[in-house]
């Protein structure tokens, strides 16, 4: 049986989920020469107890964190469709389908 060699896509409900989740991993597959990408499935706007961060801020926070992260991992691609919120149901669902 062969190693696997093909690209590694990696899809998590929120920003820096993969890096907490996987991290060790994904640093690995990125080290064996294995093209690594995210697809962040919401944007992280809500979840902060700082009521003085807007959740456009907090989004554009988090998805800074999260290309940070990636890129120390090794990630070559974030993605991160245009998702509200921080909890995948089914208006997260529904959207996904009008945007896909
Ligand atoms: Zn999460």
């Known amino acids: 049986m062969s190693a ?3 690209p590694v896509l990696v899809i998590a409900a ?3 989920d993969p890096d907490f ?3 060790g991993t994904i640093a690995r597959l990125a080290k064996q020469g294995r093209e ?5 499935l919401t944007n992280g ?3 902060s ?3 003085s961060v807007t959740s456009e801020q907090l989004a554009a926070i988090r998805a800074q964190e999260q290309r940070r992260a990636a890129h120390v991992l090794g990630v ?5 469709p245009p998702l509200r ?6 208006h997260a669902r529904s959207q996904a389908r009008c945007h896909s």
């Open 36 to 40: 690594v990408g995210y697809l962040i």
């Open 21 to 23: 989740l996987a991290g």
């Open 85 to 90: 919120g921080w909890r995948v149901g089914r």
């Open 14 to 16: 929120h920003p820096d």
């Open 76 to 80: 070559r691609s974030v993605g991160v």
């Open 45 to 47: 706007n809500k979840g």
């Open 49 to 51: 107890g700082d009521r």
């Open 4 to 6: 696997a060699s093909g």
